[in-house]
């Protein structure tokens, strides 16, 4: 019987003091999702996603940097490469302040970063944007920085080479925005799922997920609009297991609007019970929480949801050994 995995991305919160000091999941209306609920428990988020998934999946830490997921994802030539994972950001008074707000200039950012790309013409670059402006580039560069990354404020670090160069030209061309980059990588050795995982497909707007299970052997699916995932995934349900990544979720976090955060939950609910109503096997995960109080990232306890009955209801299990418990006992 094929499983349904859906990520609720960021879904943890603060409590919101607009909402009498509960949190979104606590106010959002969800009669499908929370009345479904047979099994429940707690796992520890992590700060990342690719981190969370990555224990979530195969028990272990990452072995790629997140920029060469994200470019598996985006279907950008990694063997002998380097990745760079760039995004949005105002460099200011010697901060990098990274925008989640991109979306109101995209418009503006997309054609500069292309008009500098000729900086990197040396190293073979490949680039592929995506979510409002967020890109990946692969180039033939041995160069691997460490540099901030988001979601909060960091001191500015300047990029070395040609690379920097680029960055910087659209900043002076974009009073201070840029993309900057971060989790810059090569790719790392390959790793197996738990064995759980049958024929998986994977479906979401975020090349994070879809690089990791794309480097498993995974079948995936790069969707940007919320409702086009639905029936997607009910259609790949008729030939195996299927990871449903809401990451909208963790978008609105990000922009402190705690409204439009219970908002997607409850759209998210109406389409769940318009796709999946007679779907038995449902697992819900969160992988980290997202502020809206401050946008920030919340590596906190997070919880898990099934529809049927699990050894797990009840324990607070460990990303990695969150799905060999819940399928213990399980036919």
């Not at 099934?306 to 006992?329: D, M, W």
Request: glycine share 8%; proline share 8%; net charge negative.
């Amino acid at each position: 019987m094929s499983v349904l995995y859906v990520l609720l991305d960021g879904a943890e919160d603060h409590p919101i003091p607009a909402f009498g000091g509960k949190k979104p999941l606590d106010v959002a209306h969800m009669p499908f999702m929370k009345s479904r609920v047979v099994s429940k428990g707690s796992t520890q988020g992590c700060e990342y996603t690719h981190i969370f998934l990555s224990h979530f999946f195969t028990g272990r830490e990452p072995t790629h940097p997140r920029a060469v997921l994200e470019a598996v994802g985006l279907g950008l030539d990694v063997k002998g490469r380097t990745a760079y994972r760039l995004s949005p950001a105002l460099i200011d008074d010697g901060m990098i302040n990274w925008c989640y707000n991109a979306h109101e200039f995209s418009h503006l950012l997309i054609p500069a970063v292309e008009r500098n790309m000729h900086r990197l013409d040396a190293y073979d670059p490949q680039i592929r944007f995506f979510l409002n402006g967020r890109a990946v580039i692969t180039m033939d560069w041995d160069i691997v920085p460490e540099l901030p990354a988001p979601p909060m404020p960091a001191p500015f670090v300047e990029v070395p080479g040609a690379l920097g160069e680029m960055v910087m030209a659209v900043a002076e061309e974009l009073d201070g925005i840029t993309n900057y980059p971060w989790g810059c990588g090569r790719p790392g050795d390959i790793v197996k799922p738990h064995p759980q995982f049958r024929n998986l497909t994977a479906i979401s707007d975020s090349p994070t997920p879809l690089g990791l299970c794309a480097s498993f052997g995974f079948d995936f699916r790069l969707v940007e609009d919320i409702d086009d995932r639905f029936p997607l995934a009910r259609e790949a349900l008729g030939k195996g297991d299927v990871f449903l990544h809401m990451d909208e979720i963790d978008e609105y976090s990000h922009q402190k609007d705690p409204r439009k955060k219970v908002g997607v939950l409850e759209h998210i609910d109406k389409r769940m019970a318009e796709h999946f109503g007679d779907v038995e096997r449902i697992v819900y995960i969160v992988d980290h929480g997202t502020s809206s109080v401050t946008g920030e990232h919340i590596a906190c306890e997070v919880p898990f949801w099934t529809t049927f009955e699990t050894p797990a209801h009840g324990r607070k299990i460990s990303p990695s050994r969150l799905v060999p418990e819940i399928f213990k006992s399980v036919s």
